[in-house]
């Protein structure tokens, strides 16, 4: 039974890992300013970054959660993943190898 590469279908760890792990790659990349914000408060204040980076904290927590709010992100993921699935329906090969470039000389 061959899998149709433009099925539309999702399985629960399709709905539940897959697309959720790509919202958070494409989150972080949006909230980049509070990612760096954030890091450059923990790596400045050491042991004592739970108390001295909240607000920091606080406006990474706010921003990644009204990414993972949104259910028009949560459409552009899904429809990045079946793009990505449906490729790799077609010609067996990942995204990642797909993107990787070949050696130029053997």
Not at 2 to 25: F, N, S, T
Not at 54 to 78: G, I, Q, V, W
Not at 83 to 93: N, P, V, Y
């Amino acid at each position: 039974m061959a899998l149709d590469p433009a099925e539309q279908h999702l399985r629960h760890v399709e709905k539940d890992v897959l697309i959720p792990k790509i919202m958070r790659e494409k989150a972080r990349e949006r909230c980049s300013e509070q990612v760096q914000d954030f890091t450059k408060c923990c790596k400045d204040s050491g042991i004592l970054m739970v108390v001295k980076c909240r607000k920091e904290n606080s406006a990474l927590k706010e921003c990644l959660t009204a990414h993972y709010n949104d259910p028009a992100f949560y459409e552009e993921c899904k429809m990045e993943y079946l793009k990505e699935r449906e490729e790799f329906r077609k010609t067996g090969i990942p995204t990642k190898k797909r993107l990787q470039k070949l050696p130029t000389s053997m």
